[in-house]
């Protein structure tokens, strides 16, 4: 049975999107009209979306997941049992708010050696109660909340969201994605108030609106936010702070299903954090700094490795891909020019 964590700190909170995911992945082509064509890999289910991601990744490599809490808004159907569920057989506390809608579901279709292809119906998470969210920081007092808005009921007060997490001595992590029917600037006036931000380069520029990636990073340090990380995929991954600019190549891996690999990668900087005791990212130094990239890209390529968002993850095979690539990543890692 699982601790009680009642009246307790928490290691970390996430909150934002969850999701049902239906994946078939590998696929040589797509179905012509009317064709019924049988999937190399099958169809899977698995619970999906960061907040759940995130804890789950988390869990899977070490982090205690009764330190670990999920706020998030479900559907009063099967999805939202699944959901609910899975969480519980991992240890780690479901904050679920239960809503009369359908639960958000999300269907993936991944070509070979191609990016994912999302069809989402945001479902419940446009129901999430920014209240909701700060009475579990107030409640848990996480020392990391993880969050990621753009299709939840929380994105038009992540403001007031992250305030009060800075107000129990909470350190914001916001990942961010393309938000549905708003504009980027929603979340602007909540990044003042962001310690760690994660996104690809796309999306940097998208809610800057600029046109070149130096140009995001130099925006996204302006609004005063301490650690700024870009992650491409195989093409490696980049973190700027007020001291520090490094870039590191990518793994070397068969990707089979890209689902869920950047979230793995912000699990991998939650790590690295937690086991250091250090939430500064400025305070671990270049080679620090380095071993951290290393190691979170090491999760998102064990993500990648598997179908679904975080069945590829554990500690073994992130722990096997560090062994293997790691002291080559820290050693090619540079400072961009």
């Not at 590998?26 to 190399?40: I, K, N």
């Not at 698995?46 to 205690?64: C, F, R, S």
């Not at 305030?163 to 914001?172: C, D, F, I, N, W």
């Not at 939650?270 to 080679?287: A, I, K, S, W, Y």
Request: glycine letters at 10%.
């Amino acid at each position: 049975m699982a601790e009680d964590t009642t009246e307790k700190n928490l290691d970390v909170l996430t909150t934002g999107m969850v999701v049902t995911d239906v994946i078939t992945a590998d696929l040589p082509r797509f179905a012509d009209p009317s064709e019924m064509m049988f999937v190399p890999r099958g169809v899977e289910v698995h619970v999906g979306g960061h907040p759940a991601n995130v804890a789950i990744d988390l869990a899977a490599v070490g982090v205690n997941p009764a330190t670990i809490g999920v706020v998030a808004a479900v559907g009063e159907d099967v999805f939202g049992d699944f959901i609910e569920g899975t969480l519980t057989r991992h240890g780690i506390i479901p904050l679920l708010q239960r809503k009369p809608v359908g639960t958000s579901k999300n269907m993936i279709l991944v070509l070979t050696g191609e990016d994912r292809r999302f069809h989402l119906d945001p479902g419940a998470n446009m129901e999430l109660e920014a209240d909701h969210v700060i009475d579990a920081l107030r409640e848990h007092h996480p020392r990391v909340l993880c969050c990621r808005p753009g299709y939840s009921g929380i994105d038009l007060e992540m403001e007031r969201v992250v305030r009060a997490a800075r107000e129990v001595g909470t350190t914001v992590f916001l990942d961010i994605c393309r938000p549905y029917a708003k504009p980027w600037d929603y979340i602007a006036p909540a990044l003042p108030h962001v310690d760690i931000f994660h996104s690809n380069e796309g999306e940097a520029m998208g809610v800057t609106r600029t046109t070149t990636v130096d140009d995001a990073l130099d925006a996204l340090l302006d609004t005063g936010i301490g650690a700024v990380f870009i992650t491409g995929g195989g093409s490696g991954a980049r973190v700027r702070t007020r001291r520090w600019d490094l870039a590191q190549p990518g793994l070397a891996v068969d990707a089979i299903d890209p689902t869920g690999a950047g979230d793995a990668f912000c699990a991998g900087v939650v790590r690295t954090l937690l086991d250091r005791n250090e939430l500064d990212c400025d305070v671990l130094g270049r080679e620090g700094l380095a071993r951290l990239l290393a190691y979170a890209q090491a999760m998102g390529a064990a993500a990648a490795s598997a179908v679904g968002t975080t069945t590829g993850v554990t500690a073994e095979r992130v722990r096997s891909l560090v062994e293997a690539q790691g002291e080559r990543l820290v050693t090619e890692t540079h400072s961009p020019e």
